[in-house]
């Protein structure tokens, strides 16, 4: 089993759609989750930070985080066409062997206006 | 601004020819790593340095060297180009949790290189 699982899509949505994009894990030993957004041809920038299980909000998005399940969502509300990109979980735990960033491999958004 | 900076954005070589990608940061992050990212990979972590003249192999070392003589810098060197490592590449530079987690990673913008 892969440390981290994210479906590469792609996911294709109209505009105004709330989008959910997901991510499993298979070490209980992560305690720091984000999503970071990439735009094509451009470096992979943070868009989500959250430390250990509950929700967190920024505006159209919110991230959650489900320890017992290692279940990781970050859903976009009222989604716009810029936000077309891949989105990437990625994870870490303590100093001692997962403190390492580990990524998944990006799912694919399209947002038609 | 926050950033970290690489250098070339852009680069085709032969192969055998070798290079150096800069990365610079001005966040004074003592972590800094190296990625690939290929189709259907994803991001691979190549090197990375928990602090100055402290670096280690990250999944995919193969082929690349690093050095971490300063807190800021951190080149990337491939001694003897081959077409498998035609890649884009990226450079990050990150935050530690109190527990010493790599968290909040700032990446660079990238660099496409072609090794013909």
């Known amino acids: 089993q892969k440390e981290v699982e994210q479906d590469p899509g792609p996911l294709s949505v109209p505009e105004g759609a709330i989008v959910s994009l997901n991510c499993t894990y298979s070490n209980s030993a992560f305690q720091y989750f984000m999503w970071y957004r990439q735009y094509s041809r451009k470096g992979p920038e943070l868009l989500m930070y959250t430390y250990s299980s509950g929700n967190k909000e920024d505006g159209r998005f919110t991230a959650q985080v489900d320890k017992s399940s290692k279940y990781i969502s970050l859903f976009i509300r009222d989604s716009q066409p810029s936000d077309s990109a891949t989105y990437l979980c990625?994870?870490?735990?303590?100093?001692?062997?997962?403190?390492?960033?580990?990524f998944g491999k990006g799912t694919k958004l399209t947002v038609n206006p | 601004e926050a950033q970290v900076t690489q250098n070339p954005r852009y680069l085709i070589t032969v192969t055998g020819k070798k290079l150096t990608v800069t990365c610079s940061q001005n966040?004074?992050?003592?972590?800094m790593s190296w990625y690939r990212q290929d189709p259907g990979l994803g991001l691979r972590q190549i090197y990375y340095?928990?602090?100055?003249?402290?670096?280690d192999k990250g999944d995919v070392p193969e082929g690349y060297k690093v050095s971490r003589k300063e807190k800021r810098n951190f080149p990337l060197i491939l001694e003897s180009p081959s077409p498998n490592q035609t890649s884009l590449y990226f450079c990050?530079?990150?935050?530690?949790?109190?527990?010493?987690?790599?968290?909040?990673?700032?990446f660079g913008q990238g660099t496409r290189l072609t090794v013909v």
């Open positions: 990050a530079s990150s935050l530690l949790s109190s527990l010493g987690a790599n968290t909040e990673a700032f």
């Open positions: 340095s928990m602090n100055v003249e402290v670096t």
């Open positions: 990625a994870m870490s735990g303590a100093k001692g062997g997962s403190e390492k960033l580990v």
């Open positions: 966040m004074n992050h003592e972590y």
